[in-house]
């Protein structure tokens, strides 16, 4: 028997078609299969992170000031976004974890039994390695809580609640006045002024971290933010969370080295430069000078 090209190729299509039929599906079982272990892996994964963050949070808290731990997670790609939950009326804290699925985004929550405070960023929830710092600090009142930080520290940042003129002595002994300062409402940790002089530019005298006000909103996310002529926030608030509205000795420009004027390293005469407390581009740092012998406030940072 003789077929002509037209009825080879019609019968060629539909067993290809038939076969197909049969094979599709199987490829498509295969491939949701493999998508639902790779996302139970992933939630695994991340059940695990949540889980020791939380517990390590915990017992970080019982033990207390000075106490500190790093640990080291590995973060899966699926990651959306990562926060802390607050509520001190209540005394509900919990770490929640935002995950990326097929079927939209999940929300993971990991309650804990202490106070808990963190502020991350978008490469901080990228996926890989992360060194992450969990460790206690105290707020105002002595108020002991666990801070949880990505790969660098969390510094907090007030200015003080009193006025000082342009007679420091030297930068040493401002640190001493934002020491107590803070020992005054028991905040932990060291603290050092945001000053600077012929010998020293500011930016030099404060660790490289996430900072914050002690109310918790963040001010830059590392040094090179807090230098770059913009914060998120005003440094407005004192050591008491009460509102500072004033110009504030600095010394400084807005790039964190020495200003042109300095009441002669903080000894007293001349005009010293100043920043704003109410702002938030460069003026936060380089608002102008005043002279020495009147009465401003300092910016203190956590080291």
């Not at 028997?1 to 078609?17: C, D, I, K, P």
């Not at 000082?164 to 934002?178: K, T, V």
């Not at 230098?227 to 964190?256: M, Q, R, Y």
Request: glycine share 10%; charged share 20%; hydrophobic share 35%.
């Amino acid at each position: 028997m003789r077929y002509n090209s037209g009825q080879v190729s019609m019968e060629y299509m539909l067993t290809v078609g038939l076969v197909l039929l049969m094979v599709l599906p199987a490829i498509f079982l295969f491939y949701r299969s493999a998508s639902d272990s790779t996302e139970e892996i992933d939630l695994a994964q991340i059940n695990k992170i949540g889980n020791e963050i939380v517990t390590t949070a915990e017992d970080v808290y019982y033990l207390g000031i000075p106490s500190r731990i790093f640990i080291e997670e590995r973060l899966p790609s699926n990651v959306e976004s990562i926060s802390v939950i607050q509520d001190p009326v209540s005394q509900t804290y919990m770490l929640a974890i935002a995950i990326r699925t097929r079927l939209g985004i999940s929300n993971l929550t990991y309650p804990s039994s202490v106070n808990m405070f963190g502020l991350f960023r978008g490469e901080d929830i990228s996926e890989g390695i992360k060194n992450i710092r969990v460790e206690a600090k105290s707020g105002i009142g002595g108020q002991l809580f666990t801070s949880i930080s990505f790969e660098r520290p969390l510094s907090r940042v007030f200015a003080t609640s009193t006025a000082y003129d342009g007679d420091f002595g030297s930068i040493l002994e401002a640190n001493d006045l934002c020491q107590q300062h803070a020992d005054s409402v028991s905040l932990s940790g060291t603290w050092n002024a945001w000053l600077s002089n012929d010998s020293h530019d500011a930016r030099d005298l404060i660790n490289d971290a996430f900072y914050v006000r002690v109310d918790g909103l963040p001010i830059a996310t590392n040094r090179d933010d807090l230098i770059d002529g913009t914060i998120e926030n005003p440094i407005d608030l004192d050591e008491n969370l009460g509102p500072v509205a004033t110009s504030i000795w600095t010394g400084t420009k807005f790039d964190g080295t020495v200003g042109s004027t300095h009441c002669n390293d903080w000894q007293g005469g001349g005009s010293g430069r100043v920043g704003s407390s109410s702002d938030i581009d460069n003026k936060w740092t380089e608002d102008g000078a005043r002279g020495c012998g009147s009465s401003r406030p300092i910016y203190c940072f956590e080291q």
